[in-house]
């Protein structure tokens, strides 16, 4: 526990930033249980999640028989030269633990440790949208991915939706009811959620137009401009304001949902969050931390065990990736949350 605690304190909320209090010891008046704010919508970041898992690893990790059984999976592999390339559809893997034995977990978690995750906003991959709970037709076993995914499916669970559906029926206060109670002000205008000039739908557009929601530009992280349809952007121009078409949905700021206005927010500078989505991040991991008598800043056990026996909680899950696979560490990112 200590090991995990470490980790999340220590490298996992970082890279996120989210940036704590400094610790003033065990608070038995803390109450340390998850709020439901934080279960229901705040700890929500669906939008981050690929449709894929994409790795690279040595191509003699596996036999030819291994190879067959992943294509036959819906696994696209690609070699090139002695190492291979595996793009693992998000539904293949899902309920799928078997998978794991035959990719290999070494391999399996440096991909993820190696690859950037999408930006935490209102977009949410199709994958999980479209794929993730489905329906299927009949005889469609090359439905895994692309635009032909409509016609895949008698029916289909959008991940999106249910994260909204999520707080109605836990009896979520709406977005703005939710920033009032974590201290911030409200909005008075769909602009002001989002950080748009504009909550109007340009000439030729409308919440009933798809070509609303065309991209007119990408930039990757570096802000090049990237080729539309290409994987490497990370900030997008859209043909139409997210404003608007919040404006269309919901009509009045009273009514947003909170899920929904909390991932339509801009991002503080520094941090994966809008102004509400880190508030209830800070609030709740303070809570738990300080609300925890076995916290390990607060364990003085730690320190014996460390001095008696050798054994350290103070890890990185680098070096436990590392001391678990056959990945040596130096191949990994010291901080595995950092894509680099």
Same mark, same amino acid.
């Given at each position: 526990?200590a090991?995990?605690? $470490?980790?999340?304190?220590?490298?996992?909320?970082?890279?996120?930033?989210?940036?704590?209090p400094?610790?003033?010891?065990?608070?038995?008046?803390?109450n340390?249980?998850?709020? #439901?704010e934080?279960?229901?919508v705040?700890?929500?970041?669906h939008?981050?999640?690929?449709?894929?898992?994409?790795l690279?690893?040595?191509?003699?990790? $596996? /036999?030819?028989?291994?190879?067959?059984?992943?294509?036959?999976?819906?696994?696209?592999?690609?070699?090139?030269?002695?190492?291979?390339?595996?793009?693992?559809?998000?539904?293949?893997?899902?309920?799928?633990?078997?998978?794991?034995?035959?990719?290999?977990?070494? &391999?399996?978690?440096?991909?993820?440790?190696?690859?950037?995750?999408?930006?935490?906003?209102?977009?949410?991959?199709?994958?999980?949208?479209?794929?993730?709970?489905? %329906?299927?037709? &009949?005889?469609?076993?090359?439905?895994? @991915?692309?635009? /032909?995914?409509?016609?895949?499916?008698?029916?289909?669970?959008?991940l999106?939706?249910?994260? *909204?559906?999520?707080?109605?029926?836990?009896?979520?206060?709406?977005?703005?009811?939710?920033?009032?109670?974590?201290?911030?002000?409200?909005?008075?205008?769909?602009?002001a959620?989002?950080?748009?000039?504009?909550?109007?739908?340009?000439?030729?557009?409308?919440?009933? #137009?798809?070509?609303?929601? @065309?991209?007119?530009?990408?930039?990757?992280? #570096?802000?090049?401009?990237? &080729? %539309?349809g290409?994987?490497?952007?990370?900030?997008?121009t859209?043909?139409?304001?997210?404003?608007?078409?919040l404006?269309?949905?919901?009509?009045?700021? @009273?009514?947003?949902?909170?899920?929904?206005?909390?991932?339509a927010?801009?991002?503080?500078?520094?941090?994966?969050?809008g102004?509400?989505?880190?508030?209830?991040? /800070?609030?709740?991991?303070?809570?738990?931390?300080?609300? @925890?008598?076995?916290?390990?800043?607060n364990?003085?056990?730690?320190?014996?065990?460390?001095?008696?026996?050798?054994?350290?909680?103070?890890?990185?899950?680098?070096?436990? *990736?590392?001391?678990?696979?056959?990945?040596?560490?130096?191949?990994?990112?010291?901080?595995?949350?950092?894509?680099?």
């Open positions: 526990i090991e995990q605690q $470490y980790i999340t304190y220590r490298e996992f909320l970082p890279a996120m930033g989210v940036n704590l400094r610790y003033q010891g065990y608070n038995p008046f803390r340390a249980n998850l709020g #439901n934080f279960a229901t705040g700890y929500r970041a939008s981050q999640i690929h449709g894929e898992f994409e690279e690893t040595d191509l003699d990790r $596996y /036999t030819q028989a291994d190879l067959d059984a992943m294509r036959a999976q819906g696994i696209e592999i690609a070699i090139v030269g002695d190492e291979v390339e595996l793009a693992i559809p998000l539904n293949v893997a899902f309920f799928n633990p078997n998978l794991l034995n035959r990719v290999q977990l070494g &391999p399996m978690l440096q991909g993820i440790g190696l690859e950037s995750q999408y930006k935490n906003e209102e977009q949410i991959d199709n994958q999980l949208r479209s794929v993730l709970f489905q %329906i299927p037709v &009949p005889g469609n076993p090359e439905c895994l @991915d692309g635009p /032909t995914l409509p016609q895949c499916f008698r029916g289909v669970v959008d999106g939706a249910i994260d *909204i559906e999520r707080g109605r029926d836990h009896g979520m206060p709406s977005y703005n009811q939710l920033r009032r109670a974590y201290g911030l002000p409200a909005r008075t205008s769909f602009a959620i989002t950080g748009e000039a504009s909550e109007a739908f340009p000439p030729g557009t409308g919440i009933n #137009n798809p070509n609303s929601l @065309d991209f007119t530009s990408l930039t990757d992280i #570096n802000g090049n401009p990237v &080729p %539309i290409e994987d490497d952007a990370v900030t997008f859209r043909r139409s304001p997210l404003a608007a078409r404006k269309a949905i919901y009509g009045s700021v @009273d009514k947003v949902d909170a899920f929904a206005g909390m991932v927010e801009p991002h503080v500078a520094g941090s994966e969050f102004e509400l989505q880190l508030a209830i991040w /800070t609030k709740q991991f303070a809570a738990l931390r300080d609300g @925890d008598r076995f916290y390990f800043e364990d003085p056990s730690l320190s014996f065990i460390r001095h008696a026996f050798g054994i350290d909680y103070r890890h990185s899950l680098a070096e436990i *990736i590392a001391a678990n696979t056959d990945i040596p560490l130096s191949d990994l990112n010291p901080n595995v949350f950092l894509a680099g």
